[in-house]
């Protein structure tokens, strides 16, 4: 991996010139953005986001186009086994330009004999709607493009594409043979109400009035939250009380949650640490916390200061219908979840939502020992692929952590099972 310096270095340095060379000539092979939906224009799908050229593995052959205002890549390899797997991206902010990317699985598709096929969405922000209609609209546009149907099709998507996995696989529920959602926002607009709990709590705790929709003061009493909680300093015993409020909300008590929160509250957005960049929410009106109660420890009964907390807390009514569709959580076909337990960003507490609701039938969820967002390494991902593949062809159910129970996951070896290759913020499994 490239260090932070060699990488800034790397970006400030001019490119050698047969380099630059390469790169001015993909660059001007590419086509200028073409319109598309109302507001949007999409990028030449022929092209990566860096001005080189998309082009085919070794043994395969690629498709671009663009589709309803939607740009598309479709990749299927000689050998091809009759199996499709279509790819749903990410959250891209709120920008104007959308772009069709590769699945991070892409060379294992290929050299296992499966077809693949992404497309940009029509829009960005959190529209899962839109990412829904064109994931699904995929296997129509693989087969006029390829001239082949596809025996079975599988979905996965990552975070936001997470979201749109599970409910394009409730909408169409006899299209797909499997799913494979990772780091996935399988809780629906329970990441909204998760992103309001981590402030409204932090302005509960330090005695600090903050007000939903967030005022013009709100930056002003972040400056107020920030230090009484010591977040970048050093945990004060209202930021311990509130680690442990946000450990809770986020999946539990867990090994490496406190490397997991100085992790996030290091990154900032907008010059504001990470988890209090998103209030109210990203989609604002889809947050309730009316009938939350808010827990620090564990202990059998509430300690004086929970209940304080839960006297003082900004109680917030769900005023507005988002459009942000609901994962009802019952998969007629098999799920193979992979999600970080230190992910604050899309919280380990999406995997225990879907699993309460759909009773662990048809789910199995994999514990990453992670504190980033989506940060699985390659044969974590192609070991989850292989076994979901294997539970939809062979009907072997494969194995999978037991998320809902609290002692498991608090075990300091909570995790390991899966995790392939070892991260800085968790000791090896084995030592």
């Given at each position: 991996m490239i260090?932070?310096?060699?990488?800034?270095l790397a970006l400030l340095l001019p490119a050698a010139p047969a380099q630059a060379a390469v790169q001015a000539a993909a660059q001007a092979a590419c086509q200028a953005p073409a319109p598309g939906l109302p507001g949007y224009v999409v990028a030449d799908p022929a092209c990566n986001i860096d001005g080189t050229p998309f082009e085919a593995l070794a043994g395969a052959r690629i498709?671009?186009?663009?589709?309803?205002?939607?740009?598309?890549?479709?990749?299927?390899?000689?050998?091809?086994?009759?199996?499709?797997?279509?790819?749903?991206?990410?959250?891209?902010?709120?920008?104007?330009?959308v772009f069709v990317d590769n699945p991070a699985l892409r060379a294992h598709y290929i050299e296992r004999g499966f077809a693949w096929?992404?497309?940009?969405?029509?829009?960005?922000?959190?529209?899962?709607?839109?990412?829904?209609?064109?994931?699904?609209?995929?296997?129509?546009?693989?087969?006029?493009?390829?001239?082949a149907t596809a025996r079975k099709v599988y979905i996965t998507g990552a975070s936001m594409g997470g979201h749109?996995?599970?409910v394009a696989i409730e909408k169409y529920p006899r299209t797909f043979a499997g799913a494979m959602p990772t780091c996935g926002v399988l809780g629906d607009v329970e990441l909204f109400d998760y992103f309001l709990d981590t402030t409204v709590t932090a302005a509960a705790l330090t005695g600090v009035r903050t007000d939903f929709p967030a005022s013009p003061a709100f930056g002003a009493q972040l400056s107020k939250i920030i230090p009484a909680l010591g977040v970048t300093t050093g945990l004060t015993d209202a930021g311990r009380t509130w680690s442990g409020v946000v450990e809770r909300r986020s999946g539990g008590e867990r090994p490496g949650f406190d490397a997991a929160l100085a992790y996030w509250n290091a990154a900032a957005q907008g010059g504001v640490p990470f988890l209090f960049s998103f209030y109210p929410s990203l989609t604002a009106g889809s947050v309730d916390n009316r009938h939350t109660l808010y827990r620090s420890t564990d202990t059998r009964r509430l300690t004086a200061t929970?209940?304080?907390?839960?006297?003082?807390?900004?109680?917030?009514?769900?005023?507005?219908?988002?459009?942000?569709?609901?994962?009802?959580?019952?998969?007629?076909?098999?799920?193979?979840?992979?999600?970080?337990?230190?992910?604050?960003?899309?919280?380990?507490?999406m995997e225990q939502y879907y699993a309460r609701e759909s009773h662990g039938r048809n789910?199995?969820?994999?514990?990453?020992?992670?504190?980033?967002h989506c940060g699985f390494t390659q044969p974590e991902l192609r070991?989850?692929?292989?076994?979901?593949?294997?539970?939809?062809?062979?009907?072997?159910?494969?194995?999978?952590?037991a998320i809902l129970d609290r002692r498991t996951v608090a075990a300091a070896t909570f995790g390991c099972r899966f995790t392939i290759g070892v991260r800085g913020n968790y000791p090896p499994c084995g030592g």
């Open positions: 260090g932070r310096a060699a990488l800034a498709w671009t186009g663009i589709k309803d205002g939607a740009a598309y890549r479709i990749e299927k390899p000689k050998r091809w086994n009759g199996r499709l797997v279509v790819y749903a991206h990410g959250f891209r902010g709120n920008g104007t330009t096929a992404a497309s940009s969405y029509g829009t960005n922000g959190y529209d899962v709607s839109q990412g829904v209609t064109d994931t699904h609209a995929l296997i129509d546009v693989f087969r006029q493009a390829t001239g749109v996995t599970a929970e209940k304080k907390l839960n006297a003082d807390v900004l109680r917030v009514r769900r005023t507005t219908t988002a459009d942000v569709p609901v994962v009802a959580g019952k998969p007629r076909i098999p799920v193979l979840s992979l999600h970080g337990i230190g992910d604050l960003f899309v919280p380990f507490s789910f199995v969820s994999r514990a990453i020992r992670d504190v980033t070991q989850g692929f292989d076994d979901l593949v294997r539970w939809v062809e062979t009907g072997r159910r494969p194995a999978g952590d």
